[in-house]
């Protein structure tokens, strides 16, 4: 089917209206992927946008797109299915921090290392928000909240060295107070063809007293190139304690479904009767 | 001297796991299928790669039949534990063939017992690993059937491994012959030569599975691996790629059901395959399928639980879980298919339902069910018509001009229009939140009550064409069944039949929604006696909260992990109509 189409704008992307917190980071990431969607000229029905549970998952709501809300921890194996079945359609996974890197944190890493090519957001704010303010995977050492009263004495998950460790081919991290940054970051990451990582540091203004925009302000580094080896891009991440911004890290190689080498056709299944002469040629196998 | 004739055998071979069981197994089945031959099987076997009993029956005969029988007429046995394991299932005359250090043969009880060096036979003939193909021999020889029917077989079965392995292989079947006619010669008969009938197919309920899924359209399955379900991800896996789709193994069940769902709302027929264990971990999703009302099919090769339970044993005791399991209410339709034969149909309908209804779809098999092989007709490919239910086009959708596709929209039947994305005009948002008919979460109480109401009562028309089989309905008392304990109940039947005892047989396909206006008069007041591998008659139970059936009612249950015998189904059936008889005596 073709279908002449004016080119896409931001109010094409205008879904539902917005439950988040004034001041809560998640606008500037919805702000951030649309105006990258924008630039790039995809339109609304050419995204599928995959969520799990959480403040942050609620943005396959308000972002007008193909999406799907789904269940706490499984955007990622929803969003791999979806673009395996739909290959020519531009998925993005997203949710939060305890969403991808808690109890979706298996997922995760086999999305790693299995490079289908999808855009996967996490807006991490290091806290749970939506169950009102309990310690989260990436929640810092000894950080106090209702469920570590005397402190936190796990350490935050490292998210994007485990990605780095495990083959990923895009790794990158943003900032909700730096959305023009951040926007370029998942256009590039949308181009990227395989998994690409853009963990955002997007604060929740209502439970996360620590981790604040000015926290992000004072502690930021900005990386202006990728780096050359993942090695060097782990060592870069621990000299500063996870507290980067850019592109870290990027590698071509052929995507999963690219490497099966397969035509394509799951989405073609028609209507009327099933096809008689491979049912007898299959039949065979049995006689 | 004449050679008695037989019109059936009932054979089994057992060794340690890692001996060739299996394939001897096959070899000899097959072989006798295309004889013209039914066939029955049903492999035991351990939770282990190698060591462990481990035994392939097979029963043939002139007539179909769905059990696997309860009998041994010919036993090989490659040690002495088979014996051990199985003595008790040798018919008077059987015949054992075993593995020993000398040849010797000697009665004993009821059988006798022919002790062979196989091994050091086969060793002598050039090939240690051929000591099967003696056996086969023997029992080839035993049954007076034509040495060529192996040959043929071991042609195709080893063409791959060339001439020096094909004429090792005919050697060792060869010797076999030649041991039966010099030891044995006044213990063979004749297996009754039957039309050969190429009609027919030789295929598991695994195998059934897949082909009518994929038949279906199926272009995804994810799953993990699991016995016994595995099998239906592989033959997937073999031919998927050929048509444009794949399979996927996951990092976890969890993922093989929601890589399943995303795929299916993205427009493509998908499916997951497990058994017990993947149904407990994928339960949250079956939930997600539900409230998003994104069609998936899921296929639970039941086992024995819980927890790990009996890995490699067969049970029916999942039912509750399908029928129930998730939290809240959702709309779900169970199937299970009454034989190898139904699976593929079954398979391929459950494709159109769920898409047709939007729902969760979940096709029980059982570990019986799942991986023997047996005779089934040929495929009629007349019989399922592929259905993708109400897909709307881009010109459809765009006549609703909507900026948000209304993709819960009420409608009169409770089944709202699906736009697959991609579509220009469908864009919509599809939650596991509760949402109203724009996709959009709400707590409304008025909007919530309406679409749990649209929601839950989609269902209520689904059916599968087959949705159960009655045989003599019209019986005061009925035995019900469901999956692979149809073959003894049919047995069970048959056998009362012969002694002027008639009860009806009801195997039910389709467990919810139960079809309930069709099966009511046959068991409302009735007698209702099910035949279920599981502790609680979980079946009856069911049947219970749909329909008034008499107080006599009962379950016959067996939960050891082994598939019920014809014989102890017959007894228990017997003493039970005698109970009946003299308590309704009673009251009289």
């Given at each position: 089917?073709?279908?002449?189409?004016?080119?896409?704008?931001?109010?094409?992307?205008?879904?539902?209206?917005?439950?988040?917190?004034?001041?809560?980071?998640?606008?500037?990431?919805?702000?951030?992927?649309?105006?990258?969607?924008?630039?790039?000229?995809?339109?609304?029905?050419?995204?599928?946008?995959?969520?799990?549970?959480?403040?942050?998952?609620?943005?396959?709501?308000?972002?007008?797109?193909?999406?799907?809300?789904?269940?706490?921890?499984?955007?990622?194996?929803?969003?791999?299915?979806?673009?395996?079945?739909?290959?020519?359609?531009?998925?993005?996974?997203?949710?939060?921090?305890?969403?991808?890197?808690?109890?979706?944190?298996?997922?995760?890493?086999?999305?790693?290392?299995?490079?289908?090519?999808?855009?996967?957001?996490?807006?991490?704010?290091?806290?749970?928000?939506?169950?009102?303010?309990?310690?989260?995977?990436?929640?810092?050492?000894?950080?106090?909240?209702?469920?570590?009263?005397?402190?936190?004495?796990?350490?935050?998950?490292?998210?994007?060295?485990?990605?780095?460790?495990?083959?990923?081919?895009?790794?990158?991290?943003?900032?909700?107070?730096?959305?023009?940054?951040?926007?370029?970051?998942?256009?590039?990451?949308?181009?990227?063809?395989?998994?690409?990582?853009?963990?955002?540091?997007?604060?929740?203004?209502?439970?996360?007293?620590?981790?604040?925009?000015?926290?992000?302000?004072?502690?930021?580094?900005?990386?202006?190139?990728?780096?050359?080896?993942?090695?060097?891009?782990?060592?870069?991440?621990?000299?500063?304690?996870?507290?980067?911004?850019?592109?870290?890290?990027?590698?071509?190689?052929?995507?999963?479904?690219?490497?099966?080498?397969?035509?394509?056709?799951?989405?073609?299944?028609?209507?009327?009767?099933?096809?008689?002469?491979?049912?007898?040629?299959?039949?065979?196998?049995?006689? | 001297?004449?050679?008695?004739?037989?019109?059936?055998?009932?054979?089994?071979?057992?060794?340690?796991?890692?001996?060739?069981?299996?394939?001897?197994?096959?070899?000899?089945?097959?072989?006798?299928?295309?004889?013209?031959?039914?066939?029955?099987?049903?492999?035991?076997?351990?939770?282990?790669?190698?060591?462990?009993?481990?035994?392939?029956?097979?029963?043939?005969?002139?007539?179909?039949?769905?059990?696997?029988?309860?009998?041994?007429?010919?036993?090989?046995?490659?040690?002495?534990?088979?014996?051990?394991?199985?003595?008790?299932?040798?018919?008077?005359?059987?015949?054992?063939?075993?593995?020993?250090?000398?040849?010797?043969?000697?009665?004993?009880?009821?059988?006798?017992?022919?002790?062979?060096?196989?091994?050091?036979?086969?060793?002598?003939?050039?090939?240690?690993?051929?000591?099967?193909?003696?056996?086969?021999?023997?029992?080839?020889?035993?049954?007076?059937?034509?040495?060529?029917?192996?040959?043929?077989?071991?042609?195709?079965?080893?063409?791959?491994?060339?001439?020096?392995?094909?004429?090792?292989?005919?050697?060792?079947?060869?010797?076999?012959?030649?041991?039966?006619?010099?030891?044995?010669?006044?213990?063979?008969?004749?297996?009754?030569?039957?039309?050969?009938?190429?009609?027919?197919?030789?295929?598991?309920?695994?195998?059934?599975?897949?082909?009518?899924?994929?038949?279906?359209?199926?272009?995804?399955?994810?799953?993990?691996?699991?016995?016994?379900?595995?099998?239906?991800?592989?033959?997937?896996?073999?031919?998927?790629?050929?048509?444009?789709?794949?399979?996927?193994?996951?990092?976890?069940?969890?993922?093989?059901?929601?890589?399943?769902?995303g795929a299916s709302f993205a427009g493509a027929r998908a499916m997951t395959s497990t058994s017990g264990p993947g149904l407990s971990?994928?339960?949250?999703?079956?939930?997600?399928?539900?409230?998003?009302?994104?069609?998936?099919?899921?296929?639970?090769?039941?086992?024995?639980?819980?927890?790990?339970?009996?890995?490699?044993?067969?049970?029916?005791?999942?039912?509750?879980?399908?029928?129930?399991?998730?939290?809240?209410?959702?709309?779900?339709?169970?199937?299970?298919?009454?034989?190898?034969?139904?699976?593929?149909?079954?398979?391929?309908?459950?494709?159109?339902?769920?898409?047709?209804?939007?729902?969760?779809?979940?096709?029980?098999?059982?570990?019986?069910?799942?991986?023997?092989?047996?005779?089934?007709?040929?495929?009629?490919?007349?019989?399922?018509?592929?259905?993708?239910?109400?897909?709307?086009?881009?010109?459809?959708?765009?006549?609703?001009?909507?900026?948000?596709?209304?993709?819960?929209?009420?409608?009169?039947?409770?089944?709202?229009?699906?736009?697959?994305?991609?579509?220009?005009?469908?864009?919509?948002?599809?939650?596991?939140?509760?949402?109203?008919?724009?996709?959009?979460?709400?707590?409304?109480?008025?909007?919530?009550?309406?679409?749990?109401?649209?929601?839950?009562?989609?269902?209520?028309?689904?059916?599968?064409?087959?949705?159960?089989?009655?045989?003599?309905?019209?019986?005061?008392?009925?035995?019900?069944?469901?999956?692979?304990?149809?073959?003894?109940?049919?047995?069970?039947?048959?056998?009362?039949?012969?002694?002027?005892?008639?009860?009806?047989?009801?195997?039910?396909?389709?467990?919810?929604?139960?079809?309930?206006?069709?099966?009511?008069?046959?068991?409302?007041?009735?007698?209702?006696?099910?035949?279920?591998?599981?502790?609680?008659?979980?079946?009856?139970?069911?049947?219970?909260?749909?329909?008034?059936?008499?107080?006599?009612?009962?379950?016959?249950?067996?939960?050891?992990?082994?598939?019920?015998?014809?014989?102890?189904?017959?007894?228990?059936?017997?003493?039970?109509?005698?109970?009946?008889?003299?308590?309704?005596?009673?009251?009289?």
């Open positions: 089917m073709s279908v002449e189409l004016k080119k896409p704008t931001l109010k094409d992307f205008k879904g539902d209206t917005s439950t988040w917190c004034p001041g809560c980071g998640h606008f500037s990431v919805m702000a951030g992927l649309q105006r990258a969607l924008v630039n790039l000229g995809i339109h609304p029905h050419e995204v599928i946008t995959v969520t799990g549970i959480g403040c942050s998952s609620k943005i396959s709501e308000y972002t007008r797109t193909y999406g799907f809300h789904t269940i706490h921890g499984r955007a990622l194996p929803v969003a791999q299915g979806a673009k395996m079945a739909a290959p020519e359609m531009h998925v993005i996974a997203a949710g939060g921090d305890g969403d991808g890197y808690g109890i979706g944190a298996g997922h995760f890493v086999h999305a790693v290392r299995r490079n289908i090519d999808l855009t996967y957001l996490v807006m991490d704010n290091s806290i749970y928000g939506l169950t009102k303010g309990q310690t989260s995977p990436r929640s810092q050492h000894d950080f106090v909240s209702k469920t570590t009263l005397k402190g936190n004495k796990e350490y935050p998950l490292d998210a994007l060295s485990i990605a780095l460790a495990n083959g990923a081919t895009f790794v990158a991290q943003a900032f909700s107070g730096d959305v023009k940054r951040m926007s370029e970051l998942i256009e590039k990451a949308i181009q990227h063809k395989g998994f690409s990582l853009v963990n955002i540091f997007s604060p929740c203004v209502t439970y996360n007293k620590v981790n604040t925009y000015d926290y992000y302000r004072d502690h930021l580094v900005t990386i202006d190139e990728p780096l050359p080896t993942r090695e060097e891009a782990i060592r870069v991440l621990k000299e500063h304690d996870g507290n980067v911004q850019g592109l870290l890290f990027v590698e071509e190689r052929d995507d999963f479904q690219k490497q099966l080498g397969i035509d394509w056709k799951m989405r073609d299944v028609q209507n009327g009767p099933m096809d008689e002469a491979m049912i007898r040629a299959l039949e065979k196998e049995f006689m | 001297m004449t050679m008695a004739s037989i019109r059936k055998l009932e054979w089994k071979v057992g060794g340690q796991q890692g001996e060739g069981i299996d394939s001897t197994g096959e070899i000899m089945t097959k072989t006798l299928f295309r004889y013209g031959y039914y066939v029955t099987t049903y492999k035991q076997f351990m939770s282990r790669i190698k060591g462990g009993h481990t035994n392939y029956k097979l029963r043939a005969t002139q007539e179909p039949t769905r059990h696997a029988g309860d009998d041994v007429d010919i036993l090989i046995a490659l040690d002495e534990e088979t014996l051990t394991v199985n003595r008790s299932e040798l018919v008077p005359g059987a015949i054992v063939i075993m593995e020993g250090k000398d040849v010797n043969i000697t009665h004993v009880e009821d059988y006798i017992l022919a002790t062979f060096p196989l091994k050091a036979i086969a060793t002598a003939l050039g090939n240690p690993l051929a000591k099967n193909m003696v056996a086969l021999g023997m029992t080839g020889a035993l049954i007076s059937l034509p040495v060529e029917e192996f040959y043929t077989f071991i042609e195709e079965q080893f063409a791959k491994k060339g001439k020096a392995v094909i004429d090792s292989n005919k050697a060792a079947v060869d010797k076999g012959y030649a041991l039966v006619q010099e030891h044995l010669k006044d213990r063979v008969k004749t297996l009754e030569a039957v039309p050969r009938n190429p009609d027919r197919l030789y295929i598991s309920g695994n195998e059934a599975t897949a082909f009518g899924s994929f038949m279906a359209g199926c272009r995804f399955l994810s799953a993990y691996p699991i016995t016994p379900a595995s099998e239906i991800m592989e033959w997937m896996s073999a031919h998927l790629p050929a048509v444009g789709g794949t399979i996927m193994q996951v990092e976890d069940e969890i993922a093989g059901i929601t890589f399943a769902i971990l994928k339960t949250e999703a079956f939930g997600l399928a539900a409230l998003s009302e994104t069609p998936i099919v899921i296929v639970d090769s039941q086992r024995a639980g819980p927890s790990t339970g009996l890995p490699t044993k067969h049970e029916q005791s999942d039912l509750y879980h399908m029928l129930f399991g998730t939290h809240g209410e959702i709309p779900r339709i169970v199937l299970y298919p009454s034989s190898i034969e139904d699976a593929f149909y079954v398979a391929a309908e459950a494709f159109n339902l769920a898409e047709m209804y939007q729902c969760p779809v979940f096709v029980a098999l059982d570990l019986a069910l799942s991986m023997n092989r047996t005779t089934t007709p040929r495929i009629d490919a007349t019989r399922v018509a592929i259905n993708r239910g109400k897909i709307v086009t881009p010109e459809e959708a765009e006549k609703y001009g909507e900026f948000i596709f209304k993709r819960y929209r009420f409608t009169e039947d409770g089944i709202s229009p699906r736009a697959l994305p991609g579509n220009p005009y469908g864009v919509h948002t599809t939650s596991s939140n509760e949402h109203g008919e724009d996709g959009y979460i709400t707590e409304d109480p008025e909007i919530r009550t309406k679409i749990m109401q649209k929601r839950l009562g989609k269902i209520k028309s689904a059916r599968l064409s087959r949705p159960y089989y009655v045989v003599d309905g019209d019986a005061p008392v009925v035995l019900v069944g469901v999956g692979s304990v149809r073959g003894v109940i049919e047995e069970v039947k048959a056998r009362l039949a012969e002694e002027g005892i008639h009860v009806g047989g009801l195997f039910i396909q389709q467990l919810h929604p139960l079809p309930v206006e069709e099966i009511q008069s046959y068991v409302t007041g009735k007698t209702v006696i099910t035949v279920e591998n599981n502790y609680y008659g979980q079946l009856l139970n069911w049947l219970k909260m749909h329909f008034p059936i008499h107080a006599s009612s009962h379950s016959i249950t067996q939960y050891d992990g082994n598939p019920f015998k014809i014989g102890r189904v017959y007894h228990e059936v017997k003493e039970l109509l005698e109970h009946v008889r003299r308590t309704q005596k009673t009251h009289a």
